[in-house]
């Protein structure tokens, strides 16, 4: 209490009903799940504010275009006036704004008509399919290798599974990837005569899956052995195991039951991570494979200098880590209860 | 745990001056004994050596020049028309090219760790130092930068402001300082806690003296850590925008500009795709070895 002295306890300045609230746990609970939540807010209007500015700072104007015949004076004020780009920026800025609260986030510059909330829907369940594939593979592949090391620990199971998850987490997305479609495309078409590889390009819910999927789950499931790894050893140690093994338990019950819940723990914060990592990912992969999600309209809209697509798209990517991040933590509160709510 | 570091300890130990060793000598004979990290050292001094000496090699006719092109013998395959590993599509020699992009890659993530060094040292230090109002200010910025996935940001300022050299290095670490912020706020923060600080204080130590004399050398471990593994990080981003066909322009060879351009006719020619990119994974890993050797050997918790 003496440390704490001088500042008011928390809920000091609520009305008595809702002090009730913030002293039970799950009262808690709820107001740090609101905060976070209005956390996001400044968050994401700065990261709007961020890229729109950086947007206005590019020299030059979108209408460029390198080489070739330059637009006319005339074309050129038109276009200024269809996109609202004849405005001042500050004014230019708040009515974007305005328009992403409606989640209104313009015309594309590069696809005549378009809007980019369209382009975002269109290209959305190309990298929704393989990211949530690629997620569902993580937990089970990367746990299951982790705990598998971990109760093998310096034995040549062990030595090979972390030799692996050291190779594959030092290795970029794109390498790997690359690294794939030789094999698997290029020799193995090459040494079958056709007859059986993976395709190198392209999307369906076939075998075209494969590579794109390994290659985004790879860092993730090498981080994920590791870890679990690292707090399967510590929880074997404990003295709960100890008395597990002396009652005579079956090890899949010491294992399932005792050591793997606990050393799980870790393990779950590191999701909120992994999400973004398969956001950004996507870029690298719809790339390396020619699929056409979001992350490959990213890299289309940066060389084409669309700026309403980039700048929609930075700001779905941000929301979607932001939420991962908040939902991990929350979870994480549920999983281990000594967690402290600040 | 708690028990500090007490004079009558330290008598102790200067009695018996042949079991006293050093944290940085203790360190570096714990590194040399991690024959894994050793391995990772010998393959980036090995990098370092092809760095410096190819523009040498090339005078000496030893190796191609890296940007002639030869119309004649595009997308060769290895040991053809003289190319000991192939030829790209515009007939460039692709061993030159590949020990060329080592210059590039070695000089991104050198020179963003400079960049780096003093906003993260500077940064890091106010906020944890001086606290309050400052750290919580600083913190909130750090957020909000954490916010923006680092690749995505750093391919949107290469895009707003061009693929030169300098904006590539601005980008990288633009996205890479506040890991290090962090991290030295957080050293701050432990160290600030400790007596011999408190001790400094009372015996007058000005703020300047105590953050140069005590709080920076104290933290300098973990910092050297996260410096070395910043360098493959920022390798990687290079790379990655080269690959996406935003980085550093042609001629220069870079290897993720070298597998965006193979990578076309890769069922044609795969060596000119398959030389980089995995001149760019053994590269992270040697930097992820010395970097793990490091870490251990800096950790005065794994001292013997």
């Given at each position: 209490?003496?440390?704490?002295?001088?500042?008011?306890?928390?809920?000091?300045?609520?009305?008595?009903?809702?002090?009730?609230?913030?002293?039970?746990?799950?009262?808690?609970?709820?107001?740090?799940?609101?905060?976070?939540?209005?956390?996001?807010?400044?968050?994401?209007?700065?990261?709007?504010?961020?890229?729109?500015?950086?947007?206005?700072?590019?020299?030059?104007?979108?209408?460029?275009?390198?080489?070739?015949?330059?637009?006319?004076?005339?074309?050129?004020?038109?276009?200024?006036?269809?996109?609202?780009?004849?405005?001042?920026?500050?004014?230019?800025?708040?009515?974007?704004?305005?328009?992403?609260?409606?989640?209104?986030?313009?015309?594309?510059?590069?696809?005549?008509?378009?809007?980019?909330?369209?382009?975002?829907?269109?290209?959305?369940?190309?990298?929704?399919?393989?990211?949530?594939?690629?997620?569902?593979?993580?937990?089970?592949?990367?746990?299951?290798?982790?705990?598998?090391?971990?109760?093998?620990?310096?034995?040549?199971?062990?030595?090979?599974?972390?030799?692996?998850?050291?190779?594959?987490?030092?290795?970029?997305?794109?390498?790997?990837?690359?690294?794939?479609?030789?094999?698997?495309s290029v020799?193995a078409y090459r040494a079958t005569g056709g007859n059986f590889f993976?395709?190198?390009?392209?999307?369906?819910?076939?075998?075209?899956?494969?590579?794109?999927?390994?290659?985004?789950?790879?860092?993730?499931?090498?981080?994920?052995?590791?870890?679990?790894?690292?707090?399967?050893?510590?929880?074997?140690?404990?003295?709960?195991?100890?008395?597990?093994?002396?009652?005579?338990?079956?090890?899949?019950?010491?294992?399932?039951?005792?050591?793997?819940?606990?050393?799980?723990?870790?393990?779950?914060?590191?999701?909120?991570?992994?999400?973004?990592?398969?956001?950004?990912?996507?870029?690298?992969?719809?790339?390396?494979?020619?699929?056409?999600?979001?992350?490959?309209?990213?890299?289309?809209?940066?060389?084409?200098?669309?700026?309403?697509?980039?700048?929609?798209?930075?700001?779905?990517?941000?929301?979607?880590?932001?939420?991962?991040?908040?939902?991990?933590?929350?979870?994480?509160?549920?999983?281990?209860?000594?967690?402290?709510?600040? | 745990?708690?028990?500090?570091?007490?004079?009558?300890?330290?008598?102790?130990?200067?009695?018996?001056?042949?079991?006293?060793?050093?944290?940085?000598?203790?360190?570096?004979?714990?590194?040399?004994?991690?024959?894994?990290?050793?391995?990772?050292?010998?393959?980036?001094?090995?990098?370092?050596?092809?760095?410096?000496?190819?523009?040498?090699?090339?005078?000496?006719?030893?190796?191609?020049?890296?940007?002639?092109?030869?119309?004649?013998?595009?997308?060769?395959?290895?040991?053809?028309?003289?190319?000991?590993?192939?030829?790209?599509?515009?007939?460039?020699?692709?061993?030159?090219?590949?020990?060329?992009?080592?210059?590039?890659?070695?000089?991104?993530?050198?020179?963003?760790?400079?960049?780096?060094?003093?906003?993260?040292?500077?940064?890091?230090?106010?906020?944890?130092?001086?606290?309050?109002?400052?750290?919580?200010?600083?913190?909130?910025?750090?957020?909000?930068?954490?916010?923006?996935?680092?690749?995505?940001?750093?391919?949107?300022?290469?895009?707003?402001?061009?693929?030169?050299?300098?904006?590539?290095?601005?980008?990288?670490?633009?996205?890479?300082?506040?890991?290090?912020?962090?991290?030295?706020?957080?050293?701050?923060?432990?160290?600030?806690?400790?007596?011999?600080?408190?001790?400094?204080?009372?015996?007058?130590?000005?703020?300047?003296?105590?953050?140069?004399?005590?709080?920076?050398?104290?933290?300098?471990?973990?910092?050297?850590?996260?410096?070395?593994?910043?360098?493959?990080?920022?390798?990687?981003?290079?790379?990655?925008?080269?690959?996406?066909?935003?980085?550093?322009?042609?001629?220069?060879?870079?290897?993720?500009?070298?597998?965006?351009?193979?990578?076309?006719?890769?069922y044609?020619?795969?060596?000119?795709?398959?030389?980089?990119?995995?001149?760019?994974?053994?590269?992270?890993?040697?930097?992820?070895?010395?970097?793990?050797?490091?870490?251990?050997?800096?950790?005065?918790?794994?001292?013997?």
């Amino acid at each position: 209490m003496a440390v704490t002295a001088g500042r008011p306890t928390r809920g000091a300045l609520l009305p008595p009903q809702l002090r009730a609230i913030t002293s039970s746990r799950s009262g808690a609970l709820a107001i740090f799940i609101a905060r976070r939540i209005l956390w996001m807010i400044p968050i994401l209007f700065f990261v709007i504010l961020i890229t729109f500015t950086l947007m206005h700072l590019a020299p030059g104007s979108p209408w460029d275009k390198a080489g070739g015949r330059q637009l006319s004076d005339t074309v050129v004020k038109n276009l200024n006036i269809r996109y609202g780009l004849d405005k001042p920026v500050p004014q230019q800025f708040l009515l974007y704004a305005w328009n992403v609260m409606h989640f209104d986030f313009g015309l594309s510059y590069q696809y005549q008509g378009k809007t980019v909330s369209t382009l975002l829907l269109e290209s959305w369940p190309y990298t929704a399919t393989i990211g949530a594939l690629a997620f569902i593979l993580i937990i089970p592949v990367g746990v299951g290798l982790g705990v598998i090391a971990a109760l093998r620990q310096n034995t040549r199971v062990d030595y090979i599974t972390m030799g692996f998850a050291t190779i594959a987490a030092s290795f970029p997305n794109f390498v790997i990837g690359v690294i794939m479609v030789v094999v698997f495309s290029v020799l193995a078409y090459r040494a079958t005569g056709g007859n059986f590889f993976l395709p190198a390009a392209g999307f369906g819910v076939d075998d075209s899956l494969v590579m794109p999927v390994v290659t985004l789950a790879r860092l993730p499931i090498a981080y994920t052995a590791r870890l679990t790894r690292a707090s399967t050893l510590e929880t074997i140690r404990q003295d709960y195991v100890r008395t597990a093994w002396a009652k005579g338990l079956a090890e899949r019950l010491v294992v399932m039951r005792h050591i793997l819940k606990n050393s799980l723990i870790p393990v779950v914060t590191t999701l909120g991570p992994t999400f973004a990592f398969l956001v950004t990912g996507s870029v690298i992969v719809e790339t390396v494979f020619a699929i056409p999600g979001i992350g490959r309209a990213f890299v289309t809209a940066i060389e084409s200098r669309d700026y309403p697509m980039i700048l929609g798209t930075t700001i779905l990517f941000s929301v979607v880590v932001a939420m991962a991040n908040l939902v991990v933590d929350v979870a994480y509160v549920f999983i281990d209860p000594r967690v402290r709510l600040t | 745990m708690a028990i500090p570091a007490t004079t009558v300890d330290q008598l102790i130990d200067w009695e018996v001056p042949e079991q006293q060793i050093g944290l940085w000598t203790d360190a570096v004979q714990r590194f040399r004994r991690n024959r894994i990290a050793v391995l990772g050292a010998v393959l980036i001094a090995v990098l370092v050596v092809i760095a410096l000496t190819c523009p040498l090699l090339v005078q000496l006719h030893v190796l191609k020049d890296p940007i002639h092109q030869n119309v004649d013998f595009i997308e060769s395959g290895p040991g053809q028309n003289g190319f000991l590993i192939g030829s790209d599509e515009l007939g460039r020699d692709t061993l030159a090219r590949l020990l060329f992009g080592s210059r590039v890659s070695l000089a991104v993530g050198i020179f963003v760790q400079a960049i780096i060094l003093p906003i993260g040292l500077a940064i890091g230090l106010a906020s944890g130092y001086f606290g309050g109002r400052i750290d919580n200010l600083l913190m909130r910025f750090t957020d909000v930068w954490y916010a923006f996935p680092d690749l995505l940001f750093g391919l949107v300022v290469v895009s707003v402001f061009g693929p030169s050299l300098l904006t590539i290095f601005g980008a990288i670490s633009l996205v890479n300082w506040v890991g290090l912020a962090r991290l030295v706020r957080g050293q701050v923060l432990a160290i600030k806690e400790k007596e011999y600080i408190e001790a400094a204080r009372s015996s007058g130590s000005t703020p300047l003296k105590l953050i140069l004399k005590h709080l920076l050398p104290n933290s300098l471990g973990p910092i050297i850590v996260t410096l070395t593994f910043g360098i493959p990080n920022a390798i990687f981003l290079e790379a990655v925008l080269s690959f996406l066909g935003v980085g550093i322009q042609p001629p220069t060879p870079t290897w993720g500009q070298m597998v965006f351009d193979g990578y076309e006719a890769i069922y044609a020619n795969p060596t000119s795709v398959v030389f980089p990119a995995l001149a760019i994974g053994f590269t992270l890993l040697a930097f992820t070895f010395v970097g793990d050797g490091l870490r251990d050997a800096l950790d005065p918790r794994m001292r013997r």
